[in-house]
């Protein structure tokens, strides 16, 4: 169930609770148990969800879970300050360093990057034309809410907080989050940037990846000295239920503590790449073959698998005449293989089946005859060969050189001295052999 904050000192969140009630079949019960204040009177609950309204601002409302039956996620309905626009936004509660607006100083509320995630895709479908619809960081509190929380915001001032159609947007958008679990195994810390936070709604947007808390350039400026204040960077990711970061910028003293807390400091290729990954495979292939950020790159999952080189000359031949091909047919063949020149070029050892292996060199030997007349596999062996007209067989059979030498070049037979010179009788065979 999903317990839905509506603040009566919030212009936009009395709005959009309207909104709320108005789109769903909700049943009013009454609470005697708590105040009118804090979330009892008259509560509401749908299928999957149950409002309540406190008199409290939302940053101010610590362990507010504990007024609702047993919630799995719960959702702020608020409102956005800032000079940005009209604009549908959503963020993660708590402080990285002094808590100057609600909650504890260095702590954090338990994040819902999966939930945010899925947020963010029903806000792009309900959002009005004039709005934008984004990511913050994490930025005030309350600290201790009770289960998975994120504030889900109508911005950016009064225009926005009292337009209807914004209003019915984010209401539309809490009600397409029925069912929807806060967590998602993929899930990465964010560090660096600014307040809103493009990278990551990037990552979010164009990845299966969610982001969990984001501690901003500033953010970071107040938890100060990262050796110092490992335990709220700590709780970033156990908040966040994540066990990866992604740092903007070079930070190698936070880096060298996110490490040292037994967390992985990954990149934004890193993420791309494994994006459908098995997690605990891209782990075991980084090691056997090389990281990622090495130059890693997986194609065709299988369960059956052995490290093997790659042939080289074979492979040069191939990537000196169609590169793409041969990145194509390691993607359709290869479990995994090492790339070189940031990812552009096949080269090293491969993850990869008996199977998948000959099905890689059979095209590398398709792209190769592009460049050779005959091209052969036998066995362990492909054998290339070329044929090319040579002027010193051509001089030795009295060929004149002109018009006779370009036809003979061109493949056409020429007549000398009553003689038929063909092609072949001063054509060179050069033969290449690539081990396979």
């Known amino acids: 169930m999903i317990a839905i904050v509506v603040s009566r000192a919030d212009s936009a969140s009395t709005h959009i609770g309207e909104h709320l009630l108005d789109l769903a079949d909700w049943t009013p019960t009454e609470d005697t148990a708590l105040s009118d204040g ?12 149950e409002l309540r309204e406190f008199d409290d601002l939302h940053l101010d409302l610590e362990d507010v879970a504990a007024a609702f039956d047993d919630p799995d996620l719960l959702v702020f309905a608020s409102r956005h300050a800032g000079e940005t626009g009209a604009l549908l936004t959503a963020h993660f509660t708590g402080n990285f360093g002094p808590a100057e607006y609600g909650g504890a100083d260095d702590s954090l509320a338990e994040a819902c990057p999966n939930a945010q995630a899925e947020l963010l895709t029903a806000f792009e479908k309900h959002a009005p034309e004039e709005y934008g619809v984004g990511m913050e ?12 929380s994120m504030f889900v915001e109508l911005g950016s001032d009064e225009d926005q907080w009292t337009d209807p159609a914004g209003a019915r947007a984010v209401a539309q958008a809490i009600l397409e989050l029925r069912g929807v679990d806060p967590h998602r195994e993929r899930t990465v810390v964010g560090f660096g940037g600014g307040h809103y936070v493009p990278r990551f709604e990037r990552v979010v947007r164009e990845t299966s990846w969610a982001v969990g808390h984001i501690a901003a350039d500033w953010g970071l400026d107040a938890i100060g000295h990262p050796a110092e204040h490992r335990d709220v960077l700590d709780q970033a990711f156990v908040q966040s239920g ?55 790159r997986f194609g065709a999952a299988t369960d059956e698998y052995e490290i093997r080189p790659l042939p080289g000359d074979l492979l040069d031949a191939a990537q000196g005449t169609d590169r793409e091909a041969v990145l194509a047919a390691a993607a359709a063949n290869l479990v995994a293989y090492e790339t070189v020149q940031s990812g552009t070029r096949v080269a090293g050892r491969a993850a990869t089946s008996q199977e998948g292996y000959d099905a890689f060199v059979d095209e590398l030997v398709a792209i190769i005859t592009e460049k050779y007349d005959e091209v052969e596999r ?48 001063v054509a060179t065979e050069r033969v290449e052999r690539f081990e396979v």
Do not use: K, N
């Not at 967390?263 to 090389?290: F, G, H, K, N, P």
């Not at 070329?386 to 004149?400: M, R, T």
């Open 242 to 296: 994540a066990e990866y970061a992604l740092v903007e910028d070079e930070r190698p003293v936070l880096e060298s503590v996110i490490a040292d807390l037994g967390y992985r400091v990954v990149s934004e290729t890193w993420l791309r790449t494994v994006d459908e990954q098995d997690l605990d495979t891209v782990a075991t292939l980084e090691e056997a073959i090389c990281p990622v950020e090495d130059g890693l």
């Open 378 to 425: 036998t066995g362990d062996e492909v054998v290339a060969r070329a044929y090319g007209f040579d002027p010193e067989l051509a001089h030795e059979a009295g060929v004149p050189e002109g018009p006779a030498f370009g036809r003979l070049a061109g493949g056409e037979p020429v007549e000398v001295d009553g003689r038929t010179i063909t092609p072949a009788d």
């Open 38 to 49: 804090a979330g009892g009177g008259t509560v509401y609950r749908t299928d999957g969800f």
């Open 137 to 148: 960081c994490t930025h005030h509190g309350p600290s201790r809410v009770g289960v998975p």
